[in-house]
């Protein structure tokens, strides 16, 4: 949950590429972004199912900003490594921020109205979650690998 993808020793071999950048702000934007996941989780090899996964991933993470924030940044990041390939989501918004971290990791809190289901299955979907979060900032991670 706090690890972060760039402490790695392999960070020397590490290369990153953003792959697309994708502006939330009304909810056609999701679907945008849903397809940019999709699209650069094919390009690198990922299956069917793990592009359904980063889509939903992203639908969550692109729905809480529209709920919670008003509008944000959806950046999808391909990370290629010596013995890896992964799919970073990165969701950053100026909104409010996250109150308290481990009560919205937690299934069923909701200050919306929701399920309060969505950050729970991003944890779930994605090998790494990071959140970074205060009032007017906050910056979601989540990333996807597979073996090369
Ligand atoms: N980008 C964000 N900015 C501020 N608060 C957020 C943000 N994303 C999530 N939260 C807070 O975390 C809580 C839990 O989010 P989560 O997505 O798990 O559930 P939900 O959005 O309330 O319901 P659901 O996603 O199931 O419809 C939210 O209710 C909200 O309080
Ligand atoms: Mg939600």
Redesign the pocket.
Known sequence: MTKSPRSDPLDAVTRDETVCVIPIRVQEDILRARQSSRGAAAAIGFGTVDQTRLATVVS?LA???L???GTGECRVVSRLTPVERSIVIEME?S????DDIAD?MMPG????G???????AVHKLMDHMSVETRPGR?LIQASMARRR
């Open positions: 969550e729905r809480n900003i709920t919670y924030a918004d909104g409010p921020g996250i919205a809190y909701s200050t919306g929701g399920l309060g289901l969505g950050l729970p906050t």
